[in-house]
Antibody
Framework: EVQLLESGGGLVQPGGSLRLSCAASGFIFSSYAMSWVRQAPGKGLEWVSAISGSGGSTYYADSVKGRFTISRDNSKNTLYLQMNSLRAEDTAVYYC????????????WGQGTLVTVSS | DIQMTQSPSTLSASVGDRVTITCRASQSISFWLAWYQQKPGKAPKLLIYDASSLESGVPSRFSGSVSGTEFTLTISSLQPDDFATYYCQQYYSYPVTFGQGTKLEIK
């Protein structure tokens, strides 16, 4: 059974940092690009970042570029999102998901982890 | 960046109705578009990929089509379980972008 299990969310003050993790199982993790997608309370989906299967290529939304860093450890089947200089507008549920590409169409999503940025 | 303009933002319909949701890309994305369904408190669920390919296990009342840069999700006969929010997503190029969402409500 495929599982994506996010952790690391919580309450953080503006300007603070947080690292999200996503533990994957049930599929060949290193074969797939992975992404983080967030959803602010009552709002739509916003793609945040993606990383290739090897980890050699990374991509970011303009809204997080320079503040967030995506990485992966294929030996641990784990995806990460390091979030620095957090702002109130980063408050959202963060989902880990396989990234749809022109080559792979694998639709795995985690259950999400809530990040709240507030003083 | 590629903008995805989704319409309508809200749609009221009845069980048995045929409904259509549209997404327009700001530039050509070929057919690299997916449609998702999301229910409150849940992760999105893939319905359609590559504009018109039905994801395994998704009922055949869901279909997708494309004409140029305009993409359409059609539900042929609404069922009670279909009332949810729908999103399009382009994966032609990074940054990947979603449409704003369409909330499908019971009339």
């Amino acid at each position: 059974e495929v599982q994506l299990l996010e952790s690391g969310g919580g309450l953080v003050q503006p300007g603070g940092s947080l690292r999200l993790s996503c533990a994957a199982s049930g599929f060949i993790f290193s074969s797939y690009a992975m992404s983080w997608v967030r959803q602010a309370p009552g709002k739509g989906l916003e793609w945040v970042s993606a990383i290739s299967g090897s980890g050699g290529s990374t991509y970011y939304a303009d809204s997080v570029k320079g503040r967030f860093t995506i990485s992966r450890d294929n030996s641990k089947n784990t995806l990460y999102l390091q979030m620095n200089s957090l702002r109130a507008e980063d408050t959202a549920v963060y989902y880990c998901a396989t990234q749809m590409t022109t080559v792979t169409k694998v639709p795995y999503w985690g259950q999400g982890t809530l990040v709240t940025v507030s003083s | 960046d590629i903008q995805m303009t989704q319409s309508p933002s809200t749609l009221s319909a009845s069980v048995g109705d045929r409904v259509t949701i549209t997404c327009r890309a700001s530039q050509s994305i070929s057919f690299w578009l997916a449609w998702y369904q999301q229910k409150p408190g849940k992760a999105p669920k893939l319905l359609i990929y590559d504009a018109s390919s039905l994801e395994s296990g998704v009922p055949s009342r869901f279909s997708g089509s494309v004409s140029g840069t305009e993409f359409t999700l059609t539900i042929s006969s609404l069922q009670p379980d279909d009332f949810a929010t729908y999103y399009c997503q382009q994966y032609y190029s990074y940054p990947v972008t979603f449409g704003q969402g369409t909330k499908l409500e019971i009339k």
